[in-house]
């Protein structure tokens, strides 16, 4: 219920004192995000927010509404621009054509879009990698995640990892639970993956996702920018690709000090604070 859901948000800011939320949820139900936002609305409710959703579930004359609620950015995961891909290996159940149709209707309201995708997906060929590259270019999303498979229990790719051209180490299931990924890093530098796909091992698969992303942002993409990271940018009134690169640089180097730094200055805006980036 969208009231219970504003009961939590006011909870929030009475005990901490924070005015800014991510909606973490892959597939929040349409009616409930529109029925929320409405929510904030009537209740003039202070608040700004992240989303994540589904294609699917969102429509045109939502988007107007969610800008007024204090909805700043939207994630969607597409997954691949090749229909084929998404149809028979990815099993979305999204049509490229309405996804492009939605990204554009959020920018003209307003909203920071970033989408995902899969890359090298099982099944990538070189014209679907081809058509994803090229979907991507037109689609103008502000911001895109390319990320490294990972097959997940109970998953099509994990249930029948053999009809994906998947195999699997005998232990991998219990070595993903432990399993975290460090998003702000390049997938070369995370913890391997006891898998292969299409022949083709962990670092294998993870070197061309970052070479696919590296191809993106030399063309002007932003790359590896997720929606909350796209928020706690603006709050640190910071370029997203400044932010991106120096808390990737801070974590790599262990600087507690900047970050924390960051991090105060998050918080003080998240609280209606003027926020100031000292130098």
Not at 16 to 20: D, P
Not at 60 to 72: N, T
Not at 167 to 172: T, W
Not at 229 to 248: G, P, S, Y
């Given at each position: 219920r969208p009231e219970n859901i504003i009961d939590e948000f006011r909870h929030v800011i009475k005990t901490?004192?924070?005015?800014?939320f991510r909606n973490g949820d892959s597939n929040t139900p349409g009616k409930l995000i529109k029925d929320v936002a409405e929510s904030i609305v009537n209740n003039r409710l202070e608040v700004e927010y992240a989303l994540i959703s589904h294609v699917n579930n969102l429509?045109?004359?939502?988007?107007?509404?969610?800008?007024?609620?204090?909805?700043?950015s939207v994630f969607f995961g597409v997954e691949s621009g090749n229909q084929q891909i998404i149809d028979h290996y990815i099993n979305k159940g999204l049509k490229l054509e309405n996804a492009k149709r939605i990204i554009t209707e959020c920018r003209k309201n307003g909203l920071f879009v970033v989408t995902s995708y899969v890359y090298p997906s099982p099944g990538e060929t070189e014209k679907s990698k081809k058509d994803t590259y090229r979907f991507i270019k037109e689609s103008g999303a502000d911001a895109v995640s390319i990320c490294t498979p990972i097959i997940t229990p109970r998953s099509t790719w994990g249930n029948k990892p053999e009809e994906y051209g998947i195999?699997?180490?005998?232990?991998?299931f219990d070595e993903l639970m432990f399993f975290t990924p460090a998003l702000f890093y390049p997938p070369?530098?995370?913890?391997?993956?006891?898998?292969?796909i299409n022949g083709k091992d962990f670092f294998e698969i993870a070197r061309e996702s970052d070479q696919f992303a590296g191809s993106l942002e030399k063309?002007?993409?932003?790359?590896?920018?997720?929606?909350?990271?796209?928020?706690?940018?603006?709050?640190?009134?910071?370029?997203?690709?400044?932010?991106?690169?120096?808390?990737?640089?801070y974590l790599t180097v262990g600087d507690r000090a900047n970050m924390e730094r960051i991090i105060k200055t998050i918080n003080r805006s998240a609280s209606g604070l003027p926020a100031k980036l000292s130098v």
């Open positions: 901490h004192g924070t005015h800014v429509s045109a004359d939502s988007f107007d509404l969610l800008k007024r609620s204090g909805c700043f195999e699997l180490s005998e232990n991998y070369t530098m995370w913890k391997p993956l006891g898998y292969k063309e002007g993409m932003l790359t590896q920018v997720m929606d909350d990271a796209a928020l706690m940018a603006k709050h640190c009134q910071m370029d997203f690709r400044e932010f991106r690169n120096q808390v990737r640089h």
